[in-house]
């Protein structure tokens, strides 16, 4: 209780970093080809100059905004702001048409706070249960675990599984540029001595993900596949009435489960979570026919759905540092540049980071609420914001956030190159999170399986004789058959459609 | 498409091949693992999915029967691009000696002009303000010393 007490003292003393992370995520999940993962990079320049639990809840703030940020630009022009907002346009778009876009961006805005809240309480009260089992892993567990934690490589990509997994093993590669972890002795350094210290994670977060996507938007503005928006859109009112929140509860409810289980699921994420809560909500439905005209139910199920996947995504990533998607790939990297390593000594060294990031994460939901209704009247600005002055901001900020980490030219080079690589990665369908994976988890791996081996004294049944590095292995066996099931089936769609 | 995952397999095959030819040089140990075996699983495993990838390019192409489409952007997006990138790259290498507030408004001004900015006023105070607020707040807030130029 005395925990809960300093985390609510301190959470509430530095309550304007809270503020800052939930507005920063509604505008930047707002805008489309702007996500999270975007968001929390362009703050990291910032974030390591501030307190570790600031920085924390400043994230998870940003998180929770831009799952909300992301219907306004669903409801309004029909583009989803974030991938997991796709599912929004079904229903946000019609009822934006029919002059309804406040009713709808409302609607979503109360589903996404309690989602939020049922996915937080969810957080609480399952995360320091999971890592107390996970105190008891030694290093063979820890390396299936990591085995496992890998395989989501291969569902973050969005175009082909070999392209996925490859993508992750260039992680793996680079992340042996350096020093060998057990020995200390040098490797792939090729004579180059700025690679003794390998690559550091913040500029090659900072070229992968914000650089690569300003020369994608300079390619798609030049090419006119993105339109500077010039037109005002009707808000009308914004709270759905009593009686119309008695009839969707239901749905909100069911979503909220169903988006905090696939949250908790490594390798899902919002997207998933949004469209199967549209596709349940629409089953149970009195009135199903209503759904894709502009059913409030339809823009209730997908956003109650995708909030409720940040609790869930946050459970595997606090207590065992494997991340869910791609923003919590993404925050994973940015929680190590600031100094915090998750997992579940996390839990016991530091339970006080962890309390705070509780309670920062509950009042990041109720914060989203007011900070959300004043977004959706200010919505038409926040879209309208000139390409011109946006990206040239964000590129220059990039390049300043890559040099402030360690003073250094090169690592402005190093996001310049990165950002080269990530752009040409994009447009050929392999991912960028992916590599981030492999960075990340390719050196933790690569130590546990040393001081596997080390205390078994070589012997290599050592990786399979425990119950739960089975249990690790065959879920990583599992995850590659379900991201192969989806691009197989991806891929019979596209050829149906051609 | 598939031109262009026939190229980038082979680029990742020839890293991958790079990197084994890093092993070489290793030393041998008795503590643990062999220092050579977790980079050659990763080293081969990357290999075996740049030549999968080399064959599906191989395969894709044999099947689509339409020439192949458009993989590289050209005329005025490439020339776009290859500005911004020079631009990055200039500012790479004139940060240290220009100094950041006379480089950072220039690239900033070259983006917003690629961005489709037109008006001179707004491109210059804007690119001027912006530039001169972040050397403020990195400078005084969060004290990184950014490169000073004879002028700044």
Redesign the interface.
């Known amino acids: 209780m005395e925990g809960i007490i300093n985390a609510l003292v301190y959470v509430l003393g530095n309550l304007h970093f809270l503020i800052i992370g939930v507005a920063a995520g509604i505008i930047v999940g707002a805008i489309p080809g702007l996500s999270g993962s975007t968001g929390i990079i362009l703050m990291l ?2 974030l390591i ?1 501030i307190d570790p639990p600031s920085a924390l809840i400043m994230m998870s703030g940003l998180f929770c905004g831009s799952m909300f940020g992301g219907s306004i630009a669903s409801i309004l022009v029909s583009t989803p702001g974030t991938p997991s907002a796709a599912a929004t346009v079904l229903d946000g778009y019609p009822l934006a048409k029919k002059g309804q876009a406040g009713k709808a961006m409302g609607t979503a805005l109360v589903a996404s706070t309690m989602g939020g809240i049922f996915s937080t309480l969810c957080l609480i009260f399952l995360a320091p249960q999971l890592a107390k089992i996970a105190l008891k892993f030694g290093p063979s567990e820890y390396f299936a675990l990591m085995i496992f934690g890998l395989t989501i490589m291969a569902s973050v990509s969005s175009s ?1 599984l ?2 996925g ?2 993508s992750g ?2 992680g ?2 680079l992340s ?1 540029v350096g020093l ?1 972890p ?2 200390g ?1 040098e ?2 350094t ?1 004579g180059v001595t700025r690679f003794l210290t390998g690559f550091s994670m913040m500029p090659v977060l900072i070229g992968l993900f914000a ?1 690569s996507e ?2 994608t938007q ?2 798609l ?3 006119g596949k993105i339109i ?1 928006l010039s037109k005002k859109h009707k808000i009308g009112s914004i709270m759905p009435t009593r009686k119309e929140m008695k009839g969707l509860w239901k749905v909100i409810l069911g979503s909220s489960v169903l988006g905090t289980i696939i949250g908790i699921i490594p390798a899902t994420g919002g997207a998933i979570a949004s469209f199967m809560a549209y596709n349940e909500a629409k089953r149970f439905s009195k009135d199903p026919e209503s759904f894709g005209k502009g059913a409030l139910a339809g823009v209730a199920a997908s956003e109650a759905a995708n909030n409720a996947t940040t609790g869930g995504a946050m459970i595997p990533l606090l207590t065992l540092g494997i991340p869910g998607d791609v923003v919590t790939s993404v925050m994973l990297g940015a929680l190590m540049i600031i100094g915090v390593q998750p997992g579940p000594l996390l839990f016991s060294q530091s339970p006080q980071i962890v309390t705070d990031l509780f309670v920062g994460f509950m009042l990041a939901q109720f914060l989203m609420l007011v900070m959300g209704y004043l977004s959706i009247r200010a919505s038409n600005l926040i879209l309208r914001v ?4 946006l ?3 964000i ?3 990039c ?2 956030g890559a ?2 980490l360690g ?1 250094s ?1 090169y690592d ?2 190093l996001a ?1 190159v990165f ?2 690589v990530g752009y040409f990665m994009k447009k ?3 991912s960028a999170p992916s590599v981030i994976l492999g960075l990340i988890l ?1 050196p933790i791996a ?1 130590q546990e ?3 596997a ?2 205390i078994s004294h ?1 012997d290599w049944t050592v990786l399979v004789r425990s119950p739960l590095s089975l249990m690790f292995y065959a879920f990583a066996l599992a995850s590659l058959i379900y991201s192969l099931g989806i691009f197989r089936k991806k891929n019979r769609a596209a050829k149906s459609m051609s | 498409m598939g031109k262009i995952d026939i190229v980038c397999g082979l680029i990742t095959g020839a890293l991958a091949i790079l990197f084994f030819i890093g092993t070489l040089s290793f030393p041998k140990s008795s503590i643990g693992i062999n220092p050579r075996v977790y980079p050659f699983v990763v080293i081969f495993s990357t290999f075996a999915l740049s030549m999968t990838l080399v064959v599906q390019g191989f395969l894709k192409q044999k099947r689509t029967k339409s020439p192949p489409a458009r993989t590289l952007p050209r005329g005025t997006t490439a020339l776009k691009l290859i500005a911004i990138a020079a631009g990055m790259l200039i500012y790479v290498f004139t940060l240290e000696p220009l100094g950041y507030i006379i480089v950072t408004p220039l690239l900033m001004a070259l983006t917003m002009l690629l961005f489709g900015e037109r008006k001179p006023l707004k491109i210059v105070a804007l690119s001027v303000l912006v530039s001169i607020a972040l050397y403020w707040v990195f400078r005084s807030v969060f004290r990184v010393p950014l490169p000073r130029s004879v002028i700044w």
């Open positions: 320049p910032f100059y082909s070999t392209k997994l490859l093993f260039l793996l590669l042996m060998n057990t020995l002795t490797r792939f090729f650089i300003v020369l300079l390619e503005f030049s090419e500077q000139p390409f011109g002055v990206y040239p901001v590129l220059c900020f390049l300043l040099y402030s003073n030219v402005v080079g310049f950002g080269i050929y369908g392999f390719g690569e399986l040393s001081k081996l080390i070589g």
